[in-house]
């Protein structure tokens, strides 16, 4: 069974710019959580998604951030007019529809983003 | 607000000797406990969790956990840690609402043969 898929695991970007992270989640998981781990520091959660609803966005910078998980495809991580401080590790978290309290999230291997 | 501290950046232990990586927890209501291990380069991987019922937890590549409720503590453990055990280990509480993971800082592991 495949795990959480995310992609590109490494991204550079200049200042500016703009970028997408995507991820999708494991088959027949269909609750997604992004998390950012800044370098030296935790993991902190940024927004879960079901299918085509942002269910907690708290952790959202409230500006350039935006999170979709649409019907079809990937969930996506979108960053407008990015900025040295955005260069972290990205990671996006999957877990079951059903009794999703009781069951560990799983995580995929990140997205990497650096900022030039 | 619920969260979760690892109060030790690194444990530095012996191949072959217990491994104790520490945790305390705040939560409003019951805590659900989880602890993942994540190595160079790479996401997180689940090690085991806590939900309700046995204070001893076992989990995954030999790992367990103590709930202490009085002490509001998830320690982990290992009777026996090998190199590969070396990684960043991380503690977290999952926010009963909505379901997110609220992480401790991470301790870093050493094992050293």
């Known amino acids: 069974n495949a795990g959480v898929m995310q992609n590109p695991r490494h991204l550079v970007r200049r200042r500016g710019q703009e970028a997408r992270l995507r991820c999708s989640p494991m088959?027949?998981?269909?609750?997604v959580y992004w998390y950012r781990q800044l370098p030296e520091e935790g993991l902190k959660f940024m927004v879960y998604?079901?299918?085509?609803?942002?269910?907690?966005e708290s952790g959202m910078p409230k500006e350039r951030f935006s999170a979709e998980f649409p019907k079809e495809g990937p969930s996506i991580l979108r960053i407008q007019q990015v900025v040295r401080g955005d260069s972290a590790a990205y990671f996006c978290?999957?877990?079951?529809?059903?009794?999703?309290?009781?069951?560990?999230?799983?995580f995929g291997d990140g997205t990497r983003l650096s900022i030039l | 607000a619920q969260s979760v501290a690892q109060p030790e950046d690194q444990v530095n232990v012996a191949e072959g000797n217990p491994l104790t990586v520490k945790c305390t927890y705040s939560?409003?209501?019951?805590?659900?406990l989880f602890w993942y291990v994540q190595y160079p380069n790479r996401g997180l991987q689940f090690l085991l969790k806590?939900?309700?019922?046995?204070?001893l937890v076992k989990g995954s590549y030999g790992f367990e956990a103590e709930f202490n409720k009085s002490q509001t503590s998830f320690h982990l453990k290992k009777p026996s840690a090998l190199v590969s055990d070396s990684a960043l280990y991380f503690c977290a509480v999952r926010d009963v609402g909505v379901g997110k993971l609220i992480f401790g800082q991470g301790t870093t592991l050493q094992v050293k043969p």
């Open positions: 998604l079901q299918k085509e609803n942002i269910i907690d």
């Open positions: 088959k027949g998981h269909s609750h």
């Open positions: 939560v409003s209501g019951n805590p659900y």
């Open positions: 806590y939900i309700t019922g046995d204070n």
């Open positions: 978290a999957s877990s079951p529809s059903s009794s999703h309290s009781n069951q560990p999230q799983h």
